[in-house]
């Protein structure tokens, strides 16, 4: 069993920043892909960066040049910074882990979530 909690979610202004984490622990011996995805009202869970454990990182078009996705191995921890939030990035955002290196593939691992704002 692998367990991921997310934290850093919040409430943020057009334009402001934010930094999500997501923390592994349980029963690791190889951490893949790991990555988030996030659900909106009304809408799909929607992949949003992945990164593998060699570092090959994958975004959505909408995360490119705005958001970035970090990993720490020793720390079985992963990153997302993100930068230039606008309200359409407002969601729930979950953190998985993937057999995949682009992060396509769930192995059924997910985080509880962590709901992200973005309001004037």
């Known amino acids: 069993q692998v367990q991921l909690a997310e934290s850093g979610g919040g409430l943020v202004q057009p334009g402001g920043s934010l930094r999500l984490s997501c923390a592994a622990s349980?029963?690791?011996?190889?951490?893949?892909?790991m990555g988030w995805y996030r659900q909106a009202p009304g809408k799909q869970r929607e992949l949003v960066a992945a990164?593998?454990?060699?570092?090959?990182?994958n975004y959505a078009g909408s995360a490119k040049g705005r958001f970035t996705i970090s990993r720490d191995n020793a720390k079985n921890t992963v990153y997302l910074q993100m930068n230039s939030l606008r309200p359409e990035d407002t969601a729930v955002y979950y953190c998985?882990?993937?057999?995949?290196?682009?992060?396509?593939?769930?192995?059924?691992?997910w985080g509880q979530g962590t709901q992200v704002t973005v309001s004037s």
């Open positions: 349980g029963s690791i011996v190889v951490i893949n892909t």
């Open positions: 998985g882990e993937f057999r995949d290196r682009l992060g396509q593939w769930p192995s059924g691992y």
């Open positions: 990164i593998s454990s060699g570092g090959y990182t």
